[in-house]
Structure formats: C-alpha cells, structure tokens
C-alpha cells in the first residue's frame, strides 16, 4: 500500500476550502493528473455524494468511481476511490488557520490482487503523481480571490455607456466575461439558464462582458457595429457591454485563472462577488450560483 499525507495553508475562508474540495469534480481544476472528473448525479455534496474520475498514471488513463464514505460538514470528508485494479482512500480534513485555513490531504492506494507485489514501486509513482497535486492544489488555493468587482467603463451595443459597479441596480447581477471570440459559444451555453432566471426574478441581471484589449478601442465603432449586427435582439444587446481595457489586469482583479475560458460571477449591487464560476455550463455550476443567490447576508452591508 502506498501512504501520502501532507499540509498546505490557504488564506481561503474554511467553510469556502472545504465546499470546493468535497465537490470531488473539482479535482480536474487542480490536479495534474485528471483529466475528467464529474459529480454523479444531481444531489447536494454528502454521505454517498459519487463522482467519476479519469485519471492519467503511469501514461495510461484509468476510471475511477469515488464514494463519500464519511462526511463531517465543513471539516471532514473521505472519499473511496475503486476500479478492477486499485482501490484509493483519501481524507481532506479542514480547519481554521490564522487568516484562512489549513488542508491536510491524506490517502492510501493499495494494488488489487496479484498485482499487490509492485507495492513498492506503486509507493514512489504516488509520491510524485501526489506532489503535483498539491502544487496544483496550492496554486489554486494559495491565492485570495477578491471580493469586490474593480471599477469597469463600457459601452453596451445599444449605444449606452456604463460604469460598474456603480450602475448596478439589481440586487444581484451575473457577469459572464468573454475574452475571444469562440467563447461566445460558452457563453450561449449560460445564457438560456440565466435568462430566464432572470425573467423570474425581479431582483435579478444579466450582463455579457466582451474583453478586449485597449490597442483595439480605435476599432471600437467597426467592432461594436459587428458585435451588434450579429446580436438578434433588442435586449441581448442592452446586456452587452464591451471593455476595452487591459486584459491581464481584468483577469487578475476578476479573480480569473486565465483568458482560456470565460468567466461567470455573481455580484450584489455594491460589486461584492458572492460567486464565480468558469467554462461552459454545468448542472453542478448553475446549482452552486443558484444556492449563492439565496445565501444569507447577500446585501450589502450583510456579513
């Protein structure tokens, strides 16, 4: 059997690092050595939760269908991994930490059957499959994301200028931001949910976000005019407004891993996130956004 354990700290709040690393499928997010990972099944993270990993070691892909076998909200939770030639057990334990919290990884990956004599050799694989885990893990949790929308100067295709977050008016508002042009089909994929969530609720916006660098803005008119010649209706161009800006910058006060995939945030009228999301749809994301809307203390001033 091989054994790996260790320790990372995050200025992340713990109640925020153990709901993202108890959603299993998270783990394509951080982790090297995944190459798909899906939660499976539409209920909340618990006892039972299942999710379908496939993971690449030694140069070969391998499924695996992890369990939760034990789950102490907001502190603990273990998961048993099992195909026809290994069987993985990993623990995540959270706990509070001087501005944010400690992560302890812990996990076992024993060899079915016969295969049970290359132990030793499994044991050195693990450690260096295990390592870039945690630096992927580190990585994405060693940095806190910021809480507050930066001050955004835009125009919409409508011809009406805009100033975030100070034109916010709804209580919350959802931001996709784009940064090229094939990921409007991303964003396509967002934009039947949230429409009509937006429809439902009074206390709700949507806004689209084309990023574009500032070396682009004496093409605006050219761009925009494109933009909204090839936007069907009246109101899908009222919800589109265009940056031209500096992208890296946005990217980094966004809180955004990169210009690979769009962006979607929740905000409150005050432009504190309350949520982000990245890619294209998913049940699991739309469900996370969702409950974020219904969070306690979401206005402003709230704690």
Known sequence: ?????????????????????????????????????????????????????????????????????????????????????????????????????????????????????????????????ADRALEGLRATLGTRQPTRLPRLSGRSLDGHHHRLPEDLRAQHTFLLAAFRREQQAQVDEWLPWLVDLEERRADLAVYELPVLSSAYAPA??????????????????????????????????LGLSGTEAIGVLLVDRSGRVLAREHGGFDDHKAARLAAAIERPGDEPGGP
């Open 1 to 129: 059997m091989a054994h790996y354990t260790a320790s990372i700290e995050t200025p992340r709040p713990p109640a925020e690092t153990f709901a993202y690393l108890s959603d299993f499928s998270t783990t394509q997010e951080w982790d090297p050595g995944v190459v798909e990972a899906q939660r499976i099944g539409d209920a909340p993270v618990g006892e039972g939760t299942e999710f379908r990993l496939v993971a690449d070691f030694l140069g070969r892909k391998t499924a695996l269908t992890y369990r939760i076998v034990a789950f102490e909200p907001g502190k603990a939770v273990t998961l048993r991994g099992e195909n026809a030639t290994v069987v993985s057990l990993d623990r995540i334990t959270v706990e509070p930490s001087d501005g944010g919290a400690r992560v302890t990884y812990d996990a076992d990956l024993a060899l079915k059957g016969p295969l049970w004599i290359a132990d030793p050799l499994l044991g050195l694989a693990f450690d260096r499959v």
């Open 220 to 253: 605006r008119w050219f761009i925009d005019g494109g933009m909204a010649r090839g936007v069907g209706t009246d109101a899908a161009r009222a919800r589109t407004i265009t940056l031209y800006t500096d992208v890296g910058k946005v990217v980094r006060e």
